[in-house]
């Protein structure tokens, strides 16, 4: 069974920079997609960043230029490096892992607080 596990999420200042990480395991197969999303509340998950197996990133228009997607596909793990981060960023970000074998599904971690102060 897939696990996904998230770290770094906190509590920063507006303007300051935090970095998100997310390891999958409990499979031999790795994703050929990774992303983050995001949940404030009130508000519907939305797509933050997203990075596939050979490379290629998309990013909200929200995001664009202050946060960038990675990811080390010997670990099967993303990163999410969040800077100049504003108080509209606050929410609960969630990793998500898409896999194509042995069968398509779509893995989410548990979520992890970020709180921007202004």
């Known amino acids: 069974q897939v696990q996904l596990v998230e770290s770094g999420g906190g509590l920063v200042q507006a303007g300051g920079s935090l970095r998100l990480s997310c390891e999958a395991s409990?499979?031999?197969?790795?994703?050929?997609?990774m992303g983050w999303s995001r949940q404030a509340p009130g508000k519907q998950r939305e797509l933050v960043a997203s990075?596939?197996?050979?490379?290629?990133?998309n990013y909200a228009d929200s995001v664009t230029g202050r946060f960038t997607i990675s990811r080390d596909n010997a670990k099967n793990t993303v990163y999410l490096q969040m800077n100049s981060l504003k108080p509209e960023d606050t929410a609960v970000y969630y990793c998500?892992?898409?896999?194509?074998?042995?069968?398509?599904?779509?893995?989410w971690g548990q979520g992890t607080q970020v709180t921007v102060s202004s």
């Open positions: 998500n892992a898409d896999y194509m074998f042995p069968r398509s599904n779509k893995y």
């Open positions: 409990g499979s031999i197969f790795s994703p050929v997609v």
């Open positions: 990075i596939a197996l050979g490379g290629n990133t």
